[in-house]
Nanobody, 123 residues
Framework: HVQLVESGGGSVQAGGSLRLSCSAS????????MAWFRQVGGNEREGIGA???????NYVNGKRGRFTISRVYPKKTLTLEMDNLGPEDTEIYYC??????????????????WGQGTQVTVS
């Protein structure tokens, strides 16, 4: 049973940085694709990037540079470093997982396990 718990959200001033973490239990790193999303415009979720079992990362267009995804072994933690944040980055951020390591992209409909989300507020 896969469970994901995000942490690290909070308030930050514009231009600042923040690091989010996602603690994953029940995940086999070699068999799961994991990703970060954020909620935009109500219920819609926007992909940021996904990481596969080889630590290959596929960022959504426009997200590479300010956003950095990584995994921390053996704590089974997925991280999202965010730099030069602006008010437009104020959102709820989610990590997600799905079984299967091929075609690992941050496409919302591909993922079936989600964390509860963590709020990021930039002012």
């Amino acid at each position: 049973h896969v469970q994901l718990v995000e942490s690290g959200g909070g308030s930050v001033q514009a231009g600042g940085s923040l690091r989010l973490s996602c603690s994953a239990s029940g995940v086999t790193w070699g068999r799961h694709c994991m990703a970060w999303f954020r909620q935009v415009g109500g219920n819609e979720r926007e992909g940021i990037g996904a990481i596969d079992n080889r630590d290959w990362i596929n960022y959504v267009n426009g997200k590479r540079g300010r956003f950095t995804i990584s995994r921390v072994y053996p704590k089974k933690t997925l991280t999202l470093e965010m730099d030069n944040l602006g008010p437009e980055d104020t959102e709820i951020y989610y990590c997600a997982a799905r079984a299967g390591r091929d075609d690992c992209y941050a496409v919302t409909s591909d993922f079936d396990v989600w964390g509860q989300g963590t709020q990021v507020t930039v002012s």
